[in-house]
């Protein structure tokens, strides 16, 4: 790499400033600055200002370093002086030339208001501080930084516009008023931020049949896509409001509003009464948003260490009027919240993507904007499925595909080397003690319990529990 040419201009105010530049000099051509200064550089016969015009006018020249004390700045306003003439081609440069970050100015002193002293034609631009000793490395760095055109914040590449913003009609649930409102009143501790709740997961359920889908031209594999790529923004509020919820009011109202919430939306994973005529495959999109919106309520929960409450939703029996699907039974536990969607095992075969789960790439993905780290997605589905274990029922973890990743346990049970964490998470596994979970565990290690598989792809409960070292510590 070729070493940055830098010019160094500056006021010769006083012997110990003179030092200071040179100091500066010193520690850039260190740092493998190729840096021109008129101590180093101008020597006896040479034209001073043609020296000073080549500095700032060459192309070669990529950076100039303005160091701006009082004297600087006074003799740059005042035209005064060796000063006076750089600050006149500066100038020059500074506003006829649009691109800009050649010139910077370098503050080594400010006036008894404590305003840097600067150049009156440079004080609307950005400059670097380095007249305050226990800022000097931080802001050193910085100077590297513009120097060698390697800024601490580089702008991502654009990506593509979402799917859900393109042309055509798209659904709104119309909860975004109440969103916001709720918001507020939960902040603010309003008296009547629960019937705010409320009134925002009644219309949340009821408009969320303007999401059933219509008879379509084309795949309608690709129809359940983009329905669920459309509902993005909605399940992204539902998201931020869950986590007031968890932050500012945990309370049993709520959670009893938000149990409700839930039970109000499993009708939707059905034919309704009135649709007599159906696919299986009609209902796959709110069989995959609705298990969404279940997991990120259980993830967040645990992730602000409200396990009662994750309890209480696990706990929980849900309501279903007229349910024949589930045979006589009109109460169902949480795990009705997931079933399988054949349509995106269709759609893996159709377009040969050869995925081992479709879906749990479509929740890693969607993931990154929710403002919940996958990783607690993951510990939700693997609480999610060693209750569901305990009492005998199924639910397949989707997440867990991705739990290669780590290598150890998820952070409630590693934290659950302390007897008394490990006292407030048991509830999740309804359990009372460690040893209750050791006839689980073995099980797994001896197949006599089945682990769900990605083709050769599995995980290990007892290193997700951290089972050896559960409640070992006071």
Same mark, same amino acid.
């Given at each position: 790499?070729?070493a940055?040419?830098?010019?160094?201009?500056?006021?010769?105010?006083?012997?110990?400033?003179?030092?200071?530049?040179?100091?500066?000099?010193?520690?850039?051509?260190?740092?493998?600055?190729?840096?021109?200064?008129d101590?180093?550089?101008?020597?006896?016969?040479?034209?001073?200002?043609?020296?000073?015009?080549?500095?700032?006018?060459?192309?070669?020249?990529k950076?100039? !370093? &303005?160091? +701006?004390? /009082?004297? #600087? *700045? $006074?003799?740059?306003?005042?035209?005064?002086?060796? %000063?006076?003439?750089?600050?006149?081609?500066?100038?020059?440069?500074?506003?006829?030339?649009?691109?800009?970050?050649?010139?910077?100015?370098?503050?080594?002193?400010?006036?008894?208001?404590?305003?840097?002293?600067?150049?009156?034609?440079?004080?609307?631009?950005?400059?670097?501080?380095?007249?305050?000793?226990?800022?000097?490395?931080?802001?050193?760095?910085?100077?590297?930084?513009?120097?060698?055109?390697?800024?601490?914040?580089?702008?991502?590449?654009?990506g593509?516009?979402?799917?859900?913003?393109?042309?055509?009609?798209?659904?709104?649930?119309?909860?975004?008023?109440?969103?916001?409102?709720?918001?507020? !009143? &939960?902040? +603010?501790? /309003?008296? #009547? *931020? $629960?019937?705010?709740?409320?009134?925002?997961?009644? %219309?949340?359920?009821?408009?969320?049949?303007?999401?059933?889908?219509?008879?379509?031209?084309?795949?309608?594999?690709?129809?359940?896509?983009?329905?669920?790529?459309e509902f993005?923004?909605?399940?992204?509020?539902?998201?931020?409001?869950?986590?007031?919820?968890?932050?500012?009011?945990?309370?049993?109202?709520?959670?009893?509003?938000?149990?409700?919430?839930?039970?109000?939306?499993?009708?939707?994973?059905?034919?309704?009464?009135?649709?007599?005529?159906?696919?299986?495959?009609?209902?796959?999109?709110?069989?995959?948003?609705?298990?969404?919106?279940?997991?990120?309520?259980?993830?967040?929960?645990?992730?602000?260490?409200?396990?009662e409450?994750?309890? #209480?939703?696990?706990?929980q029996?849900?309501?279903?009027?007229?349910?024949?699907?589930?045979?006589?039974?009109v109460?169902?536990?949480?795990?009705?919240?997931?079933?399988?969607?054949?349509?995106?095992?269709?759609?893996?075969?159709?377009?040969?993507?050869?995925?081992l789960?479709?879906?749990?790439?479509?929740?890693?993905?969607?993931?990154?904007?929710?403002?919940?780290?996958?990783?607690?997605l993951?510990?939700?589905?693997?609480v999610?499925?060693?209750?569901?274990?305990?009492?005998?029922?199924?639910?397949?973890?989707?997440?867990?595909?991705?739990?290669?990743?780590?290598?150890?346990?998820?952070?409630?049970?590693?934290?659950?080397?302390?007897?008394?964490?490990?006292?407030?998470?048991?509830?999740?596994?309804?359990?009372?003690?460690?040893?209750d979970?050791?006839?689980?565990?073995?099980?797994?290690?001896?197949?006599?319990?089945r682990?769900?598989?990605?083709?050769?792809?599995?995980?290990?409960?007892?290193?997700?529990?951290?089972?050896?070292?559960l409640?070992?510590?006071?």
């Amino acid at each position: 790499m070729i070493a940055p040419k830098l010019f160094i201009s500056y006021s010769w105010s006083n012997p110990g400033h003179e030092q200071w530049v040179v100091d500066l000099a010193t520690e850039l051509r260190e740092s493998g600055v190729d840096v021109i200064l008129d101590k180093w550089d101008l020597k006896e016969g040479h034209d001073a200002i043609a020296f000073m015009e080549q500095m700032v006018t060459n192309p070669e020249i990529k950076k100039v !370093a &303005i160091i +701006s004390d /009082k004297t #600087y *700045s $006074t003799k740059a306003d005042g035209r005064a002086g060796g %000063v006076g003439t750089e600050t006149q081609i500066i100038s020059r440069e500074v506003y006829e030339k649009q691109a800009q970050e050649k010139f910077v100015a370098i503050v080594t002193e400010k006036d008894e208001d404590g305003k840097p002293c600067l150049p009156t034609y440079y004080k609307s631009r950005i400059y670097i501080d380095l007249s305050e000793a226990d800022k000097y490395s931080e802001n050193f760095d910085r100077l590297l930084r513009w120097i060698f055109d390697k800024p601490l914040y580089i702008k991502p590449e654009l990506g593509s516009k979402p799917t859900f913003l393109s042309d055509g009609e798209h659904v709104s649930l119309g909860t975004t008023a109440h969103y916001k409102r709720c918001i507020e !009143a &939960i902040k +603010s501790n /309003k008296p #009547y *931020s $629960t019937g705010s709740f409320e009134e925002y997961c009644n %219309v949340f359920a009821s408009n969320l049949e303007r999401f059933r889908l219509q008879k379509t031209e084309g795949e309608y594999d690709d129809a359940i896509v983009k329905s669920i790529e459309e509902f993005l923004p909605f399940r992204n509020e539902s998201i931020q409001l869950f986590m007031t919820i968890a932050q500012y009011s945990p309370t049993q109202e709520f959670m009893s509003i938000t149990h409700r919430f839930f039970e109000n939306l499993l009708p939707y994973m059905r034919s309704p009464p009135h649709i007599t005529t159906y696919n299986e495959a009609d209902f796959d999109n709110y069989k995959f948003v609705i298990h969404e919106l279940f997991l990120y309520v259980i993830a967040i929960f645990l992730k602000y260490e409200r396990f009662e409450q994750a309890n #209480y939703l696990m706990t929980q029996q849900y309501y279903i009027p007229g349910n024949s699907d589930y045979g006589r039974d009109v109460m169902v536990s949480f795990v009705a919240f997931r079933e399988h969607i054949k349509s995106l095992q269709y759609r893996n075969e159709r377009l040969n993507l050869r995925r081992l789960a479709l879906r749990a790439d479509m929740l890693e993905q969607r993931s990154k904007a929710s403002g919940i780290d996958f990783r607690y997605l993951m510990q939700a589905d693997f609480v999610l499925f060693m209750r569901a274990e305990r009492e005998d029922e199924g639910w397949w973890p989707e997440t867990l595909l991705y739990v290669g990743r780590f290598h150890s346990a998820f952070e409630i049970f590693a934290r659950s080397v302390s007897k008394s964490y490990f006292d407030k998470v048991k509830c999740l596994l309804d359990v009372n003690h460690v040893n209750d979970l050791k006839e689980q565990i073995e099980g797994y290690k001896a197949d006599r319990r089945r682990l769900p598989t990605w083709e050769f792809e599995s995980f290990s409960p007892s290193v997700l529990l951290g089972f050896e070292n559960l409640a070992k510590k006071v």
